[in-house]
């Protein structure tokens, strides 16, 4: 199988996940992130996966963990984003809870990788980034493995600020 150079593999993100003392993975399974969500359930020491059946529920789930001093990480793709924004706008941005979303990119152009999203010809993936500015969450955009130390970032200015943040996974996970 040819490596896309625009992807990073399922281990290098599990990798910062312990790095940054992740606990939980809180998810509705996104297509975009599937390789690492095979590896997340065949089970990686010191994670547990717990998947919900919609975004509302799994922002309410990550909140909770995060209340009770846990330290989840949220798995969703761009659609669910779209479908959570209350529960982001109230648990995220009123209850000041420091909720990290890694969102997948789902419907993204070959065409497009390397481009500003902006760019796409699709509403759902155009819209993503506007939508993450109009509810002030500052969010960085995951390319290629040189851009990992931008989950480092997301995590530290979550905590630092008591806000949710969002990582942007642009093409889909690699499975190495």
Not at 27 to 48: F, K, N, S
Not at 65 to 72: A, D, M, T
Not at 161 to 169: F, G, K, M
């Amino acid at each position: 199988m040819l490596q896309n150079k625009f992807n990073i593999p399922a281990g290098a993100y599990i990798s910062a996940l312990q790095r940054n003392r992740v606990d939980y993975v809180v998810t509705v399974p996104d297509w975009v992130q599937l390789a690492l969500h095979c590896q997340l359930q065949a089970g990686v020491e010191g994670i547990e996966l717990v998947q919900c059946c919609n975004e509302d529920q799994a922002v309410c789930v990550a909140a909770g963990l995060s209340i009770g001093g846990k330290n989840p990480v949220l798995i969703v793709q761009n659609q669910g984003i779209y479908g959570c924004v209350n529960s982001i706008r109230a648990l995220g941005l009123d209850a000041q809870q420091p909720l990290v979303f890694m969102v997948g990119q789902f419907g993204r152009e070959f065409s497009n990788f390397g481009k500003s999203p902006n760019l796409s010809r699709r509403n759902t993936v155009r819209y993503l980034e506007p939508v993450l500015d109009a509810l002030d969450v500052r969010h960085w955009c995951l390319e290629d493995e040189s851009d990992l130390p931008k989950i480092d970032q997301a995590f530290s200015y979550a905590q630092r600020t008591s806000r949710p943040t969002a990582l942007i996974v642009g093409a889909p996970t690699g499975w190495l």
